[in-house]
């Protein structure tokens, strides 16, 4: 079984802002499935079971507040008797472009709470993610105005891109493998970046 986790805020007043691009991809990703989702106290998370191709996939979104994300998904994982292999952590990232993803099979938290609680929590930094492009930050932003900021309606295009592009990688990854999510994901300019 694959626990895919899109990571954001709880509550209407953080819906439609960036930080919660995790939570939209995976909220996509039950509406194609037909899943639907359940507050289950005992994870703190909406979860929902469905199936991916012939994969058992467990949609998550912690409702810990992203900070404490971390928390949420070591109950998951202690539950169901999983490791962190079994992740695919969708989250957002300023250091990528709007409207594209990346995908990794390991990384630090790069200044991100809800990856900085997610490696705290688990113990390891080692664990798959997708990565959904937020950036540029313009400039004389404060990084929380901008991540806790809604989407202008000038980039919606490109978030309709970046959250397909999002699901996509999820269910390459799922059917296919990380290997060929990365190899399929990360190419820039006829270019394959450093993975891992």
Do not use: W
Not at 78 to 104: E, M, N
């Amino acid at each position: 079984m694959k626990v895919i986790v899109g990571l954001g805020n709880p509550g209407p007043e953080y819906e439609h802002t960036r930080h919660n691009a995790g939570f939209m991809v995976v909220e996509r990703l039950a509406r194609e499935l037909g899943v639907s989702g359940r507050n289950e106290g005992k994870f703190e998370a909406i979860v929902g079971e469905g199936r991916l191709g012939s994969e058992k996939v467990l949609l998550v979104q912690p409702l810990t507040f992203m900070n404490l994300s971390g928390r949420s998904l070591q109950k998951v994982l202690h539950f169901y008797k999983l490791t962190p292999d079994d992740l695919i952590v969708v989250y957002d990232d300023i250091a990528i472009d709007l409207g594209t993803v990346r995908v990794r099979t390991s990384g630090s938290a790069g200044g991100h709470n809800g990856l900085a609680s997610i490696n705290s929590c688990l113990g390891t930094q080692a664990f798959p993610r997708v990565r959904v492009g937020i950036g540029p930050m313009p400039p004389r932003y404060r990084l929380t105005d901008f991540v806790l900021g809604k989407f202008g309606a000038s980039e919606q295009e490109l978030l309709e891109q970046g959250i397909s592009a999002g699901l996509e990688a999820v269910q390459v990854a799922v059917r296919d493998g990380f290997t060929a999510a990365m190899q399929r994901f990360n190419r820039t300019q006829g270019k394959t970046e450093a993975v891992g």
